[in-house]
């Protein structure tokens, strides 16, 4: 009987570990666009690339609070596009003051930030992305990141950016403090995305962002790189990448979170019943 008892408990905490072992290596999902209306997927593990639905004219890019879609700066106006979602992009509004050159959003406060051009001002705004009216409310924080073109939030650390010539900065949100990260040693970065299950920023770099307007402009490939957040180290993933502006990670499902989190209570809950008889 013993024996028996010890089997099923073995058995329970291995089904356990490979529930943590398939939630593990099913990793974030990282969208990315470009200027000439394409959407791309993102493999954060390789830096290998699938077309994605729904392309806009991407600028900038960042995850939102809404499961399945993102946020897109074209740089005048700030998009909802559905990457995982049905749906169509939707345009909430023009920006109040200032064309966004990109946008980085923090799940936790539910705070979308964005940053002005690099080369005028750089500096950063707090975007009221409800966009009451005609536009959408942007706020400046009173603090800039000269030079930079691409930012993402980071949760527990705050605001980063690589500017063009390959320095990566964090901006702590409360403080409004900049601290200097490093050098990458990669310039042209056009935006970041966060690994949260390598805890790594994925970065692409094309060079100087430019409006496709009256024609396309820019380089028609760009390189996929993983930088750590603590060093700047950075690893290329990919050199021969779409030509990618803006990049976003996806707010993962809710229920897939709650379905695995109620599994590993309940079988802990098990395993525990059986050590105690």
Same mark, same amino acid.
């Given at each position: ?60 890019? #960042? ?29 909430? %509004? ?7 050159? =990109?946008?980085?959003? /923090? #799940? ?12 005028? #001002? ?5 975007? =009221? ?53 490093? =050098?990458?040693?990669? #310039? ?6 966060? /690994? ?21 402009? %820019?380089? =028609? ?57």
């Amino acid at each position: 009987m013993t024996y028996t008892r010890n089997l099923r408990t073995i058995v329970l905490l291995t089904v356990l570990l490979a529930l943590m072992a398939v939630s593990a290596s099913a990793g974030p999902t990282i969208w990315g666009g470009t200027t000439n209306y394409l959407g791309y997927y993102v493999d954060p593990a390789s830096g290998a690339t699938l077309p994605a639905p729904n392309g806009i004219l991407t600028f900038g890019a #960042s995850s939102s609070p809404y499961s399945g879609w993102v946020f897109v700066t074209s740089p005048i106006n700030l998009w909802k596009v559905p990457v995982m979602a049905a749906g169509t992009p939707e345009g909430l %509004g023009p920006y109040s003051t200032v064309p966004m050159t =990109d946008l980085a959003f /923090d #799940s936790g406060s539910g705070t979308l930030y964005g940053i002005a051009d690099p080369f005028m #001002s750089g500096e950063l705004y707090t975007i =009221d992305y409800s966009c009451p009216g005609y536009g959408c409310m942007a706020t400046s924080l009173g603090v800039s990141m000269p030079l930079v073109q691409g930012i993402d939030f980071v949760p527990g650390r705050g605001i980063y950016g690589a500017d063009i010539n390959g320095t990566l900065w964090r901006l702590d949100p409360k403080t409004l403090q900049l601290s200097l990260v490093g =050098d990458t040693g990669v #310039s042209g970065i056009t935006d970041l995305a966060y /690994d949260s299950f390598a805890q790594k920023l994925i970065a692409v770099s094309v060079g100087i962002k430019c409006y496709p307007y009256p024609s396309q402009c %820019g380089p =028609d490939f760009g390189m996929i790189w993983s930088i750590d957040p603590l060093t700047a180290q950075t690893v290329l993933l990919n050199g021969n990448a779409p030509p990618i502006y803006g990049l976003a990670e996806l707010t993962p499902e809710p229920g897939s979170v709650i379905l695995f989190t109620t599994g590993v209570v309940g079988l802990l809950a098990a395993v525990r019943r059986r050590l105690v008889r």
